[in-house]
């Protein structure tokens, strides 16, 4: 059973989302559940790795070598 919701969205994302809808001939409800189904089926990322990310490059100057530096970039942090 389908149920209406509100909410706040930046207005440059729904203009975004309201053309994919358009392109791809579907509702924006459908494009929105369809988004929101793909964010939520990945894994959340783990809270010690976040906590360890922040104090690494939130708490002091970053000093990592340059390998270091080129695994980061190399990563999606999505996959975390």
Known sequence: MKQ?????????????????ALEESRPLSDLIQDALVAYLSKKAPDPKRREAAYRLFCEQPIRITKDQ??????EDAWDL
């Open 4 to 20: 209406k919701v509100g909410t706040l969205i930046e207005e440059e994302v729904i203009r975004l989302a309201k053309r994919r």
């Open 69 to 74: 530096l080129n695994q980061i970039l190399d």
